[in-house]
């Protein structure tokens, strides 16, 4: 990836991983659905600790982040697609840069599916103006048309996301 998309990225908390995705010509338009995505990912994925303190809060959470996500799965059912390849991404609350082998025209406002987590097959659906196609195959862009609240919930899912990768790697080490 060319420094200065790289640099960009960096200047914000960012999750680096391989996520399938999937781009469309059409720009998709962000909803509640997508804040609700988030925040059941996050309830199911967080750690014991970093629940409420007491054991029935702890538990209503869970079940209220289980059910939001069986209502988003079961509104979906009737799509029924295949999953999209991984692909090596780099993704902040403000943009996204992605290796793509057939990539979008720079200046174009395209919609983006991406997988957060592939146990739970329900895309994140934005939108995102295509900045840069770099030389080595990464394509970058920002997100528009996002919704104050929704890159609040990103932000926070990264940040939690990034915060368990530094807790494995500590772990491992000490493995």
């Known amino acids: 990836m060319e420094d200065s998309t ?5 200047e914000h908390l ?15 338009s962000a909803s509640f659905s997508e804040a609700s995505l988030l925040s059941a990912l ?3 994925e967080n750690d014991e600790k970093e629940r409420e303190d007491s054991p029935l ?16 799965l ?19 609350a403000r943009a996204l840069a992605w290796q793509e082998p057939d990539p979008p025209a720079p200046g174009e406002t395209i919609g983006i ?3 957060l987590n592939i146990r739970y ?5 934005l939108q995102l103006e295509v900045d840069t196609i770099g030389s080595s195959g ?3 862009g920002a997100w528009v048309n996002m919704d104050p609240f929704l890159q609040e919930q990103l932000q926070q899912y990264i940040f939690r996301a990034h915060r368990r990768k530094l807790a494995r790697q500590k772990y491992a080490r000490r493995s």
């Open 6 to 10: 790289y640099r960009l990225l960096k």
């Open 14 to 28: 960012v999750l680096e991983d391989a996520f399938p995705i999937a781009w469309a010509q059409a720009g998709l």
């Open 42 to 44: 996050m309830a199911l």
């Open 57 to 72: 809060g702890r538990e209503l959470s869970r079940l209220d982040a289980k059910i939001n996500l069986i209502l988003l």
């Open 74 to 92: 079961l509104g979906d059912l009737r799509r029924e697609k295949p999953m999209p390849s991984k692909k090596p991404a780099i993704l902040s």
């Open 113 to 115: 599916e991406i997988f």
């Open 121 to 125: 097959p329900y895309p994140l659906r």
């Open 138 to 140: 990464w394509t970058k």
